[in-house]
Nanobody, 125 residues
Framework: QVQLQESGPGLVKPSQTLSLTCTVS??????????WSWIRQAPGKGLEWLAT???????FYKTSLKSRTSISRDTSKNQFTLHLNSVTLEDTAVYYC?????????????????WGQGTQVTVSS
């Protein structure tokens, strides 16, 4: 009965930082071999993997976004958080948190075991 729930702002202004938190219930985010990920889907486009934090705390990032992306966790709250700096209109998307089988998953849905419901984020002035 593991469940994931995204939370954060639905609207962000250009140049600001987007912060999204995923709360995991039903199991610990430190459990061996669990990889906790953020994925997004922009309008009319496919899935795009952004970042992962593993059960040991190691982090992995999409190369093209690494300079403005960070992922962290709060084990006491069983949460992990994405920060995406300097957002633009192209960052508008539905953002999902998910459990992955690997530290650097692809956009193949087979790489993910469990998904949150997703949250719409719109970048607009």
């Amino acid at each position: 009965q593991v469940q994931l729930q995204e939370s954060g702002p639905g609207l962000v202004k250009p140049s600001q930082t987007l912060s999204l938190t995923c709360t995991v219930s039903g199991d610990s985010i430190t459990t061996n071999y669990y990889y906790w990920s953020w994925i997004r889907q922009a309008p009319g486009k496919g899935l795009e993997w952004l970042a992962t934090i593993g059960y040991s705390g190691d982090t992995f990032y999409k190369t093209s976004l690494k300079s403005r992306t960070s992922i962290s966790r709060d084990t006491s709250k069983n949460q992990f958080t994405l920060h995406l700096n300097s957002v633009t209109l192209e960052d508008t998307a539905v953002y999902y948190c998910a459990e992955a089988f690997r530290g650097s998953p692809s956009e193949d849905s087979e790489d993910y075991a469990l998904w949150g419901q997703g949250t719409q984020v719109t970048v607009s002035s």
